[in-house]
């Protein structure tokens, strides 16, 4: 019994993040390579994150979709 209750409340967190997670990314306003650039900025990929994000402008920081 000691051991199914951690690993029951082990399962319903990650459920409840793998739920969250989309969610959260659909609320964000995507940015696109030609809106950035658009706005004074330049596309770039970051190597340690992995993701192309938006270098300067008015969407500076944000990650590119």
Do not use: F, K
């Amino acid at each position: 019994m000691r051991t199914r209750l951690p690993g029951l409340v082990a399962a319903l967190v990650l459920a409840a993040l793998g739920v969250a997670a989309p969610a959260a990314q659909a609320a964000a306003p995507a940015v696109d390579g030609p809106t950035c650039v658009a706005h004074d900025g330049s596309v770039e990929y970051d190597s340690v994150s992995g993701l192309w994000i938006c270098v300067g402008g008015r969407y500076d920081g944000e990650s590119i979709n």
